[in-house]
């Protein structure tokens, strides 16, 4: 049985990655990521990925997560500073698993066409904070959210209440303060958002918020692949021109075991995000366990890789010229949103009901 990438999804790869490299030059990331920018937005809507989660009664063309996942896996390997995991996988889905009609109306049409713009807040069901929640009371809100990702240019929040509450919160309703935050990653644009008897449209799902946050999960994960995977490229590629000694310095017996363990450590990654993704579009009851699994491993092995890539370059990896940190830094934020290795292996536990074993 082939289990991979069909004709349609190695077409949309090869697409969004001309598409990438001719938009978002390293001199572009480099000075302009984070700040926003409506033509990168709107070339990006015209390739059509905004509507690839949104069924077709809503203007969407309506496939499945592995399709979206190669959009991640894409932006991760460009570094790409376009707001995509809140628009393009994280409302879609939460509407689609939580919302009711009218929400969905109102909501994935606007979606599809890139009018609205997606900044997610999961966070607080991942890894709680204290002096971090938010009450709500007749359709109004109150409270904070913390680490809010994809500020720049969104039209609305996307924000968990608790484990059976999403509430949409849209930019330009009173009694809203966003405090921006400043993050290593500066391909994205983070902030602190304080709602104080604000208009929200709240969806309430028992249980469905954990399947939300687990997609968000897998599409980090795939965008630390795709940035990990460039990593590994960019020092593979390194070591066949820098020479030393008359010599290649990728002929040398320890760059050689530092490439071929980056390889072996990175490859089975792919294996488990697919079908994570295949899990969820087969609606599988195990796909949230899938996630995590998929998440602490790329979040463990992606980081590895970025340090070794490094490391392969020597002096010249540290510096901005090369831009590796754009990478490392994007890897480094995105083990930490929506839990690390540590609370995503613990959320496996539990789900396994190991955790309560042990206790």
Not at 70 to 90: H, T
Not at 220 to 240: E, I, K, P, V
Not at 286 to 309: G, Q
């Amino acid at each position: 049985m082939y289990f991979g990438l069909g004709e349609q999804q190695i077409m949309l790869q090869d697409t969004l990655r001309r598409f990438l490299a001719d938009t978002f030059p390293l001199d572009v990331v480099r000075h302009d990521a984070g700040q926003g920018g409506e033509g990168w937005w709107q070339r990006t809507v015209e390739l059509g990925v905004c509507g690839l989660l949104v069924p077709e009664e809503y203007g969407g063309s309506e496939v499945g997560l592995l399709d979206a996942q190669v959009v991640a896996e894409e932006m991760g390997a460009a570094v790409a500073p376009v707001p995509y995991l809140g628009s393009v996988i994280v409302a879609p889905t939460a509407l689609r698993l939580m919302g009711s009609v009218d929400l969905q109306a109102k909501y994935l049409p606007q979606i599809a066409s890139g009018e609205a713009r997606f900044a997610i807040g999961l966070g607080s069901l991942a890894s709680p904070r204290d002096g971090f929640d938010i009450e709500v009371s007749v359709g109004k809100a109150s409270g904070r959210a913390a680490v809010v990702a994809d500020v720049a240019d969104a039209t609305h929040f996307l924000l968990a209440k608790d484990a059976d509450s999403i509430l949409i919160v849209p930019r330009d309703a009173s009694g809203i303060v966003v405090e921006r935050l400043v993050n290593v990653d500066k391909t994205r644009s983070y902030a602190v958002v304080t709602l104080d008897k604000t208009e929200v449209d709240e969806m309430i799902s028992p249980g469905s918020v954990h399947q939300v946050v687990a997609v968000g999960r897998l599409a980090l994960a795939s965008d630390s692949f795709g940035a990990a995977q460039h990593m590994l490229n960019t020092a593979r590629d390194y070591s066949l021109d820098r020479f030393q000694f008359d010599r290649p310095i990728g002929s040398f017996q320890g760059i050689k075991h530092q490439l071929a363990q980056m390889v072996t450590d990175l490859e089975p990654c792919r294996s488990l995000l697919w079908y994570s993704a295949h899990a969820f579009d087969e609606a599988n009851p195990e796909f949230e366990l899938h996630s995590c699994y998929a998440k602490s491993l790329v979040d463990d092995m992606a980081k590895y890789v970025a340090r070794t890539a490094i490391e392969i370059h020597g002096g010249m990896g540290y510096t901005e010229l090369l831009g590796l940190h754009l990478w490392f830094k994007r890897i480094e934020a995105n083990r930490q949103l929506l839990g690390g290795p540590a609370v995503t292996r613990s959320r496996a536990a539990q789900l396994q009901r190991f955790a309560e074993v042990i206790a």
